[in-house]
Structures are given as C-alpha cells and as structure tokens.
C-alpha cells in the first residue's frame, strides 16, 4: 500500500503475523512477480513443459498435487532456479502460450493506473472535503449490466446530517 507517499516493500505469502511454511511465494530475485495458479497434474505438466523442464512433472516427489505439497519446498527451489532466468514480462509471454493460469503480482501503484482494473470500474473518486479527491477501491463484483458504486456519496463534512439525523432518531 502507498503511505505518505512510499510504497511497501514486497514480502510474498508470509507476513509478521503469520509464516507460511518457508516463506512460499516470496521472490528471492528481483525481477519476477508473478503468481502462477496450477493446481492439477495437468497443468503441472503444462508448467514443466513450458519452464523446459518436462522431467519434473515425472518424478515421484512432483508426480501429483499430494507429492508436491508434501515436497513444496524443493519444488520452491527449482521454480525460483529456473524462473530466476527470465522476466516478469518475458514468463508472462511464456505461460500465456502455454495455457497456464497467471498474473502479474503488481505493486500498489501500477495496479492504480493498470488500464483493466479501470475498465473494470475497481477504482473510484470521491471527494473528502475543501476539494481534494481520493480514488478508492470499487466493488469487485459484477452483476450482469448493473454499473455498481455510481452513486457514491462523497464523506459528509463535519455536522453536515446532524439535523436531519437529529429529526430521524427523534433526538
């Protein structure tokens, strides 16, 4: 999240509070962010042929979803080995090509100006008083054609409903 103007440091699937198993999911190199979702043997195959290692997928420890979980912590290894050769944009390309489930895991800031989060209506302005504007996280969820958050109000100013809640609540 950007705070004062600075942005947080990446930390992966782990957080102060919770570690998970040995920190999965954290990039030890610096120019890949992406989250990869392959979650059946199938893709599992696919993956390991796209990364040009089709003899991963053979091998007992990696063979199926069970043996993998159980040995998540050298496959962690030969993932980041092997994608640690490429970028963000290049693997992108690869695993689009291949069929595997993927996205870019985007800092805070290019997720505000990422054109789809836009087209999608996930970001939306709203005034906070003496004019200033702060753009905010829309509704992720769609409905057919309802355009959801059009209607939304700006905060109230200081006792800008006092009277008519006062009327409301019979105060």
Avoid at 7 to 20: D, F, H, K
Avoid at 73 to 80: D, G, H, R, S, T
Wanted: with cysteine; hydrophobic share 40%.
């Amino acid at each position: 999240m950007v705070v004062e103007g600075r942005e947080r440091r990446r930390q992966g699937s782990s957080t102060r509070i919770r570690r998970r198993h040995t920190d999965c999911g954290r990039p030890t190199f610096s120019t890949l962010h992406v989250v990869v979702a392959v979650g059946n043997d199938t893709l599992f195959v696919k993956l390991c042929d796209a990364l040009g290692h089709a003899e991963w997928a053979g091998e007992a420890r990696f063979a199926t979803v069970l043996a993998r979980n159980e040995y998540h912590v050298e496959l962690k290894a030969c993932l980041e080995q092997r994608l640690a050769a490429a970028t963000t944009v290049e693997w992108e390309a690869v695993l689009e090509s291949a069929g595997i489930p993927h996205g870019p895991l985007n800092s805070v800031p290019q997720l505000m100006q990422n054109p789809h989060v836009e087209a999608r209506g996930m970001l939306i302005d709203i005034g906070i008083g003496q004019g200033k504007p702060l753009r905010i996280a829309g509704n992720p969820v769609k409905i057919g054609g309802v355009d959801t958050l059009t209607n939304v109000r700006n905060p109230p100013s200081l006792d800008q409903d006092r009277d008519r809640l006062l009327v409301e609540f019979k105060l």
